[in-house]
């Protein structure tokens, strides 16, 4: 079962909210897309469930061009993240309404229903109102509407974006078990790399309404093709800085200088820039010093979380994030000594591409 998009598109006048897009989404495991707010999720998959109509390009499923179908026509499901249930229908008709609009008979919208309220541990709200359930019965009353009719492609748009941090993690669990057995292409938007990360599948990375690069989320993750899809892909964000090749140096500016890495080599001499996850820029503390080099730079903002310490400092005219495992206590306006660990650098040539060995 497979989604295509041909070069699909959409312009509003002369702003573009999606440039053309080749995507083959598919079904088994998740296809995310991952960008901020205003990246185009929201808008590429109303294109794709025929809310909207492209401007450009078109639809494909099972081979088949969709790009004209109504909506009402074709077997889809979405979720949004502001709990969209009938406030005057009891929980058991919200999740029955997909199924009353297909004239299924009550017998089976019955037994449906009761299947994926057992599910979806709704079981004993069935007769309550919306208004009567938490922010997470409602939520799960709306998956459960999206699942009952068995849809052959499920959209769901930051679905857990509006629940509280244990609730998130509740149903980021339960979400790749309740999709496991369905043949179905499911489409998970989310701002969140870590969101991403937990539940695997595929991921498409969004930003300004193109999509920079799609694969397995593990293989995007550690193997970014540019640097914006680095940016997009770190939370917190990656960091980044211009540095010099010059023979078998590299120079940070003035901050820093290490012997030029492999993956430069056979690079000319000049200017690229370095990535560096936060969580690859730590104090020594109970870190090996091989493949590290000191970076000191003015301590901005520290953030204590408990487990975590996390510090925003300044490298030349950029501001790096570390984040380390433990408590690390810097004031604000001192001179912080963390250690960068080189062996996990990206290096992005004038284009923006990542430079690979």
Not at 49 to 60: E, F, I, N, Q, V
Request: hydrophobic share 40%; proline share 5%.
């Amino acid at each position: 079962m497979t989604l295509e998009l041909r070069q699909i598109a959409k312009t509003v006048g002369t702003e573009v909210h999606i440039h053309p897009t080749d995507l083959v989404l598919e079904a088994g495991g998740f296809n995310i897309l991952l960008g901020t707010t205003l990246s185009g999720k929201t808008t590429l998959m109303q294109l794709m469930a025929g809310l909207d109509r492209p401007t450009g390009g078109s639809l494909h499923f099972q081979g088949k061009d969709v790009t004209g179908m109504r909506v009402q026509n074709r077997n889809v499901s979405m979720v949004y993240q502001q709990f969209i249930n009938y406030p005057n229908f009891t929980v058991y008709e919200n999740i029955a309404s997909p199924l009353r609009v297909a004239r299924m008979g009550e017998a089976e919208i019955k037994k449906r229903v009761g299947a994926m309220a057992d599910l979806l541990r709704l079981a004993p709200m069935l007769d309550r109102k919306p208004a009567e359930l938490s922010g997470g019965q409602q939520q799960r009353t709306a998956l459960a509407r999206a699942l009952v009719k068995d849809s052959e492609l499920v959209l769901l748009d930051e679905p857990l974006a509006n629940l509280d941090f244990k609730l998130r993690e509740e149903l980021r669990e339960e979400l790749p078990k309740l999709f496991a057995d369905r043949n179905c292409i499911v489409v998970y938007a989310t701002t969140e790399p870590i969101e991403a990360l937990l539940l695997g599948g595929r991921t498409a990375t969004l930003h300004e309404g193109r999509v920079t690069q799609f694969g397995p989320t593990g293989d995007v993750y550690r193997m970014p093709k540019d640097v914006i899809s680095a940016k997009v892909f770190s939370e917190p964000p990656i960091n980044t800085a211009t540095v010099r090749k010059t023979g078998n140096q590299v120079d940070l500016g003035n901050v820093a200088h290490w012997t030029c890495p492999a993956v430069l080599a056979d690079q000319p001499n000049g200017e690229y820039t370095i990535g560096l996850r936060p969580h690859h820029v730590t104090p020594m503390v109970n870190v090996a010093a091989e493949g590290r080099v000191k970076i000191s730079g003015e301590v901005l903002v520290t953030e204590l979380s408990g487990s975590e310490s996390t510090v925003h400092f300044k490298v030349g005219p950029e501001t790096w994030v570390s984040l380390a495992h433990g408590i690390h206590s810097y004031g604000v306006g001192e001179t912080a000594e963390l250690y960068a660990d080189l062996s996990q650098a990206f290096y992005f040539g004038a284009d923006g591409a990542l430079i690979v060995s």
